[in-house]
T-cell receptor, first 117, second 111 residues
Framework: ETGVTQTPRHLVMGMTNKKSLKCEQH?????MYWYKQSAKKPLELMFV???????ENNSVPSRFSPECPNSSHLFLHLHTLQPEDSALYLC????????????????FGEGSRLTVL | RKEVEQDPGPFNVPEGATVAFNCTYS??????FFWYRQDCRKEPKLLMS???SGNEDGRFTAQLNRASQYISLLIRDSKLSDSATYLC????????????FGRGTSLIVHP
């Protein structure tokens, strides 16, 4: 049983659709992340939220819009995506994000596999 | 230069072999280091943290060389179940410390 739950697990959408990915963590963590994993590439950090405030946005296109209404929930809103956005989107949480004492251990959800047609 | 670099492999080894992976990082202010394991079509999971003094967990040994800015993972007596991708993770210092992943090293252990 994972402490981080992502829905949907699979999503197929057209380029004109609007959809959202959802992530929920039951671990009492303060930070949540969205990562993108494409084939043959390292995990790319998209967004980090710490204590519900966005800490870092890694120059992700505006067609991806994150929302973090509270420390347990994280959304990724998708709009007018491109086929190259097809990837596995992984949500993760960690106990804290700021400071050198950050242990850095991330707890991942199982991912949402997105296909853009 | 990429922030975290790994040889993607694959490393193809027989059962019982010893195999070592290296990972280099570019940011000298990096504070903490980890190895994650990712099985095919699964999410990454923490394998072990990497401490300055080196640390061991069963068949797995991790070491950190701050002067040369690399970390290593040694797997002894490889098992078929060790077949996976091993991800090097470094907390890169920007405004905060952000976990940054290498592209991973693929290990295939064969009978």
């Amino acid at each position: 049983e994972t402490g981080v739950t992502q829905t949907p697990r699979h999503l197929v959408m057209g380029m004109t659709n609007k959809k959202s990915l959802k992530c929920e963590q039951h671990l009492g963590h303060n930070a949540m992340y969205w990562y993108k994993q494409s084939a043959k590439k390292p995990l790319e950090l998209m967004f980090v939220y710490s204590l519900e405030e966005r800490v870092e946005n890694n120059s992700v296109p505006s067609r991806f819009s994150p929302e973090c209404p509270n420390s347990s929930h994280l959304f990724l809103h998708l709009h007018t995506l491109q086929p190259e956005d097809s990837a596995l989107y992984l949500c993760a949480s960690s106990p804290l994000v700021q400071g050198p004492a950050n242990t850095g251990e991330l707890f991942f959800g199982e991912g949402s596999r997105l296909t853009v047609l | 230069r990429k922030e975290v670099e790994q040889d993607p492999g694959p490393f193809n080894v027989p059962e019982g072999a010893t195999v070592a992976f290296n990972c280099t990082y570019s940011n000298s202010a990096s504070q903490s280091f980890f190895w994650y394991r990712q099985d095919c079509r699964k999410e990454p999971k923490l394998l072990m943290s990497v401490y300055s003094s080196g640390n061991e967990d069963g068949r797995f040994t991790a070491q950190l060389n701050r002067a040369s800015q690399y970390i290593s993972l040694l797997i002894r007596d490889s098992k078929l179940s060790d077949s996976a991708t091993y991800l090097c993770v470094v907390n890169i210092r920007g405004g905060s410390y952000i976990p940054t992943f290498g592209r991973g090293t693929s290990l295939i252990v064969h009978p």
